[in-house]
């Protein structure tokens, strides 16, 4: 069964930092494109950044300079390091799996990340 978990999310200060970890199993981590988006109250879910199995990235404007994305497919492990963390970044955020030009994508069950003071 495949499986994406996600881990490090939490309550942070804005202008503090998180890191992001989503271990995946069960699939071929190295020919995934792999993605984080996240999803405030109220909101549709939105990309926030994007690395394919090439390692080309991709963010949102919202995050660019502050976020980045990177994996390990040693580890079967995409990161998303946030920095200069702001409250409009508070959200639940997703990880997910998608193979291109193929119907196999998956998504993990979501990390709440709170910036507050």
């Known amino acids: 069964q495949v499986q994406l978990v996600e881990s490090g999310g939490g309550l942070v200060q804005p202008g503090g930092s998180l890191r992001l970890s989503c271990a995946a199993s069960?699939?071929?981590?190295?020919?995934?494109?792999m993605g984080w988006y996240r999803q405030a109250p109220g909101k549709q879910r939105e990309l926030v950044a994007a690395?394919?199995?090439?390692?080309?990235?991709n963010y949102a404007d919202s995050v660019k300079g502050r976020f980045t994305i990177s994996r390990d497919n040693a580890q079967n492990t995409v990161y998303l390091q946030m920095n200069s963390l702001k409250p409009e970044d508070t959200a639940v955020y997703y990880c997910?799996?998608?193979?291109?030009?193929?119907?196999?994508?998956?998504w993990g069950q979501g990390t709440q990340v709170t910036v507050s003071s």
């Open positions: 997910n799996a998608d193979l291109p030009s193929t119907v196999y994508e998956w």
């Open positions: 069960q699939i071929r981590f190295s020919i995934y494109d």
């Open positions: 690395i394919t199995r090439g390692g080309t990235t």
